[in-house]
């Protein structure tokens, strides 16, 4: 059973830093690109970073560039996003994305909130 856990999420004022955790179980983690989403209330769930399965590659939302950053740790099955210098817009769900050809798996989510 495929199983993805973030944590890590909480309230910050702005310019406040963060960092997400995604334990995955239940699948071969080192061979699958991950990714982080994240939705705010009333607005589209939105990619916000992806890692490749060697963490050779990543890609990043033009909003968070320079600002967060993803990484992976094979070795514990975790992703993580790292998140500087955050701004109310930031505020949303974040969530763990992986697919698995056809099969699109996501975790619960977490709540970053960002405000004074």
């Known amino acids: 059973q495929v199983q993805l856990v973030e944590s890590g999420g909480g309230w910050v004022q702005p310019g406040g830093s963060l960092r997400l955790s995604c334990a995955v179980s239940g699948f071969t983690f080192s061979i699958y690109t991950m990714s982080w989403y994240r939705q705010a209330p009333g607005k589209e769930r939105e990619l916000v970073a992806n890692i490749t399965n060697t963490g050779g590659m990543t890609n990043y939302a033009d909003s968070v560039k320079g600002r967060f950053t993803i990484s992976r740790d094979n070795a514990k099955n975790t992703v993580y996003l790292q998140m500087n210098s955050l701004k109310p817009e930031d505020t949303a769900v974040y969530y763990c994305?992986?697919?698995?050809?056809?099969?699109?798996?996501w975790g619960q989510g977490t709540q970053v909130t960002v405000s004074s």
């Open positions: 994305y992986v697919r698995q050809g056809l099969i699109r798996h």
